[in-house]
């Protein structure tokens, strides 16, 4: 099973909006609604941002939301703040019940 | 509030066998609503999950690693472990537990401990 491919890299200035893509197949991301987001600052352990696409666990700002078209998910974080410079990597279910993960995005905020 | 804490070996020799323990805290490990899992990330590259089982003792692998690896339960310990044989300088990693405790479904981490570095040298 391959890695999602995402973007190795995205930018924005504060206030700004960026989205982050992550393609897959019919089988991972296209197949399924179980894409989920995570947030990993250097040195730190990753955060669940999303799941099933475009929901947000308790406590995640509503700055950060998720989409799916076809194969592809998106991460969008509107209103950039500083803090949210980081790597981000989507996930998701695939039909030979296995997870899969993308490459990572580095997020940098001008 | 459910904590987990990685422990091992920092590092490992060649050939042999990788076994770490990740302590549960602030919940029962024999709860049906969790799932547990191991994820790593080799230095400067991205995330790849390993394994997951479930309360009951269901194990889901990544077919990469199947061979080798092997996740288990303690319950009178509150732990779940990993294991992955014949290493090689390739699982040099930071390696992770992590834990579906809200969602009860295992491809989902909702909750991280903070990882731990293992090396893989002679």
């Known amino acids: 099973q391959s890695a999602l491919t995402q973007p190795a890299s995205v930018s924005g200035s504060p206030g700004q909006s960026i989205t982050i893509s992550c393609t897959g197949t019919?089988?991972?991301?296209?197949?399924?609604?179980?894409v989920s987001w995570y947030q990993q600052h250097p040195g730190k352990a990753p955060k669940f941002m999303i799941y099933?696409?475009?929901n947000r666990p308790s406590g995640v700002s509503n700055r950060f939301s998720g989409s799916k078209s076809g194969n592809t998910a998106s991460l969008t974080i509107s209103g950039l703040q500083a803090e949210d410079e980081a790597d981000y990597y989507c996930s998701s279910y695939t039909s030979s019940s296995i997870v899969v993960f993308g490459g990572g995005t580095k997020l940098t905020v001008l | 509030q459910l904590q987990l804490q990685e422990s091992g070996p920092g590092l490992v020799k060649p050939s042999e066998t990788l076994s770490l323990t990740c302590t549960v805290s602030g919940g029962s490990i024999s709860s049906s609503t969790y799932y547990w899992g191991w994820v790593r990330q080799p230095p400067g590259k991205g995330l790849e999950w390993i394994e997951s089982i479930s309360y009951s003792g269901s194990t889901y692998y990544n077919p990469s690693l199947k061979s080798r690896v092997t996740i288990s339960v303690d319950t009178s310990k509150n732990q779940f472990s990993l294991r992955l044989s014949s290493v090689t300088a390739a699982d040099t990693a930071v390696y992770y537990c992590?834990?579906?405790?809200?969602?009860?479904?295992?491809?989902?981490?909702?909750?991280w401990g903070r990882g731990t570095l293992v090396a893989v040298s002679s």
């Open positions: 019919s089988s991972d991301v296209g197949g399924y609604n179980f």
């Open positions: 992590a834990c579906s405790s809200w969602y009860s479904k295992y491809w989902y981490f909702d909750l």
């Open positions: 099933d696409v475009s």
